[in-house]
């Protein structure tokens, strides 16, 4: 029996397998000149005189109810910010965002209760949100960054000359590096580190 590689091994597309005395071959692999070939990069399988390249699949999820996800402000109204969601890859695996993310000013919405209230003319299109998804609409997510410290703006630049902004500690507000201009975003507890952004996200998945 002549096989180039070894079972359950992954092959590319282009290996030599084996040649077609010994096998049939299955799907994932072309004859040339008496040779079998991989077409795909996969698992190779052989068996009962049969050979066959099962594609590699990547393991791609959607995001849900009650997850974490970091969002950009692409347009603003008085009572609703409108995101882009960002697709993230952790552990190995693929969360891709399907929709935009909407939020909703807790003050349009009738939330007496609220000891935050958002004032969306302090925050800027472009700036960078770690936000909870409230709710999986058909079109978009209802978002939410109020409802935990480390939900907020996570990356901003200062609006008047474009440098980023920075956590004044003292002043428990946003301060430009550069011209001292300060705003009063609801910051996330992890400003500025996007590794401790993907910790919140990965204890919310
Ligand atoms: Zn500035």
């Known amino acids: 029996m002549r096989v180039f590689v070894k079972d359950t091994e992954i092959v590319m597309p282009g290996d030599k397998l084996a040649t077609e005395e ?3 071959p299955e799907r994932g692999i072309f004859n ?12 190779l399988f052989l068996g009962r005189g049969k050979i066959g390249v099962k594609p590699l699949l ?23 910010a409108f995101t ?19 939020i909703i000013n807790p003050s349009e919405r009738g939330h007496y209760g609220s000891s935050k209230k958002l004032n969306f003319s302090d925050y800027n299109v472009g700036d960078v949100l ?3 998804i409230k709710y999986n609409d058909d079109d978009s997510y209802m978002l939410d960054i109020e409802s ?16 980023p902004m920075i956590y004044d500690s003292k002043l428990h507000m946003l301060a430009c590096s550069k011209c001292k201009h300060v705003n009063n ?3 996330s507890t ?16």
Do not use: H, Q, W
């Open 22 to 24: 010994e096998f049939l």
């Open 84 to 102: 882009s969601v960002s697709s993230i890859r952790l552990n190995g695996k693929d969360y891709v965002a399907l929709k935009e993310g909407k």
């Open 185 to 187: 975003k609801d910051v």
């Open 58 to 80: 990547r393991d791609i999820r959607t995001f849900k109810e009650e997850n974490v996800v970091i969002c950009m402000i692409t347009d603003l109204l008085p009572s609703i």
């Open 148 to 163: 935990s410290p480390e939900l907020g703006v996570l990356f901003s630049v200062c609006e008047d000359c474009g440098e």
């Open 130 to 132: 770690l936000a909870k």
């Open 190 to 205: 992890v400003y500025g580190s996007i590794e401790e952004a993907l910790k919140v996200i990965e204890k919310n998945l």
């Open 32 to 43: 040339e000149n008496g040779y079998l070939f991989s077409l795909l990069v996969g698992d």
